[in-house]
């Protein structure tokens, strides 16, 4: 059974730092992997999206990594700024069906001006 | 275009009521999704739909009723409300199964059962 892990929980750092946020998963044969934001209050909005056959994708200040191999993705986001502030959640895509997605529960990012 | 609209934005259910979560999306998307989201956790599907007229189960369908008479509209019933269905409720929609597929969200409808 896919299970997805976002570590840590949270994440409190000061503005201008660059900061990993972590997704593993324990079952590699996936379709994609996308990372999303969540504001209070709010939907979630779709940051990255990797295929299976991509190891990274870039947009903006924020670069996503994946690894099949080894159950991993990071998303990296550079010069941190208090807009940043959010929930991040990594979702990966069974290789099975066109619907599921299992979702981590997140990593919670404070950015302190 | 509105994207993903879901009403109400909150509500407040006695134990043992029912009733209807609305979404409807103006995408001309095919697929639609009903999430949960529990404090502190991650999303799980509760019924998804790949068409007008099409529904399916997800992970944890019990307790709810989904239909899908039209392309744009996805409504979500809650039949004998429990309180363990206090949660957020997300409608997503995605327009097919492509090498881009993405989903697209609502903003949530909080509801709590007391």
């Known amino acids: 059974k896919q299970e997805v892990t976002q570590i840590p929980a949270a994440l409190s750092v000061p503005e201008g730092e660059n900061l990993v946020l972590n997704c593993s998963f324990t079952?590699?044969?996936?379709?994609?992997l996308q990372w999303f934001r969540q504001d209070p209050g709010k939907g979630l909005t779709s940051l990255l999206l990797i295929q299976s056959s991509q190891r990274e994708q870039t947009s903006g200040r924020l670069n996503a990594s994946l690894d099949k191999s080894s159950g991993r993705s990071t998303l990296y986001i550079a010069a941190s700024q208090p807009g940043d502030s959010a929930t991040y959640l990594c979702?990966?895509?069974?290789?099975?069906?066109?619907?599921?997605?299992?979702w981590g529960a997140g990593t919670k990012l404070i950015i302190k001006p | 275009n509105a994207g993903v609209t879901q009403t109400p934005k909150f509500r407040i259910l006695k134990i043992g009521q029912s009733m209807t979560l609305q979404c409807t999306q103006d995408m001309n998307h095919n697929y639609m999704y009903w999430y949960r989201q529990d404090p502190g956790m991650g999303l799980k599907l509760i019924y998804y739909s790949v068409g007008a007229g099409i529904t399916d189960k997800g992970e944890v369908p019990n307790g709810y009723n989904v239909s899908r008479s039209t392309t744009e509209d996805f409504p979500l019933r809650l039949e004998l409300a429990a309180p363990s269905q206090t949660s957020v409720y997300f409608c997503?929609?995605?327009?097919?199964?492509?090498?881009?597929?993405?989903?697209?969200f609502g903003p949530g409808t909080r509801l709590t059962v007391t």
């Open positions: 979702a990966v895509r069974r290789g099975d069906s066109n619907y599921q997605l299992i």
């Open positions: 079952d590699s044969a996936i379709y994609n």
């Open positions: 997503a929609s995605s327009l097919y199964d492509t090498d881009s597929y993405e989903q697209y």
